[in-house]
């Protein structure tokens, strides 16, 4: 394990978040001791680990995983790309840099299993593999129960994906299965949270469909509450609509659902999701009505 590569990543962070040597030694250790572990001179302790990650507002597991592997900082970059490409629709793309990848990168297991994740779903998304397919693929990788340093929880993330290709399957219980593995698993790690947060929308949108309203209704609550402590608006105004359509079909008050389909439309409008925006409009236009107004004024 690299101590100049640990030491280089705290001073990275903290020079990020514009902190002195310090400003980050106060009520922790003495600026010396940060200046020799910046430096490579020695390890922080695990404690002192945890202390920095507080301060520099980083998830300690970060500096675990800098430790562990040589090119972490690379591999991690590639992940993030992966994401990003995914949330795109840039299938394609994604193919293209797995293959890369594979080729010049083949060593690390975990590594592999993350490509071969997005791999199997890039595939089902481009219409090249059945989903039958790609739920066996993305099964067969959850046989290694070796911990994810790369990414954490990985596993449970795996299972969404497959959760998510059943319900395109409409293999309703299957689906349903997954996802409360999901959102029953206990961690506070952020980027957790927020797939919990997407697991809660998409099996409360299952429920929906089974007509069982008041549950959907409460896995909303639970995806919304979470949302607003977590800061996340990205699921606001979906989790707001399918609140108002459970409510419409319970026969609630119409001032409540024109309430709920008001807020859905204004994050549809913030973060700019026009899909929704025009869906909205055309459906529940009587709801939305005033609302369409003033935002056209």
Known sequence: MDKSRLGKEIKKWRKKRGLTQKDLSQNVCHQSEISRIENGEVFPSI????????????????????????????????????????????????????????????????????????????SYRLGRVEGYTCITELNLLLLNKTPSAIYLHLDFYIKNSIANVYAEQNKINESIRLYKEVIHYESFEKNFLSLKIKALYNYSKLLFQKNEYDSSIQQINQALMLSIQLNNMALLGQLYYQKAECIEKIKGSNDEIAELYRKAYFFFDLLHLDFYKQISFKKKYRYLKDEISMVDE
């Open 47 to 122: 404690d002192l680990l945890h202390l920095f990650s507080s301060k520099l507002n980083v998830p300690v597991d970060y500096f675990f995983k800098v430790l562990v592997y040589e090119d972490f900082t690379y591999k991690n970059a590639i992940v993030n790309e992966l994401f990003e490409l995914s949330k795109q629709k840039k299938y394609e793309e994604i193919l293209a840099c797995i293959a890369y990848e594979q080729s010049n990168h083949s060593e690390h297991f975990e590594f592999n299993k993350i490509l071969s994740w997005q791999y199997w779903l890039a």
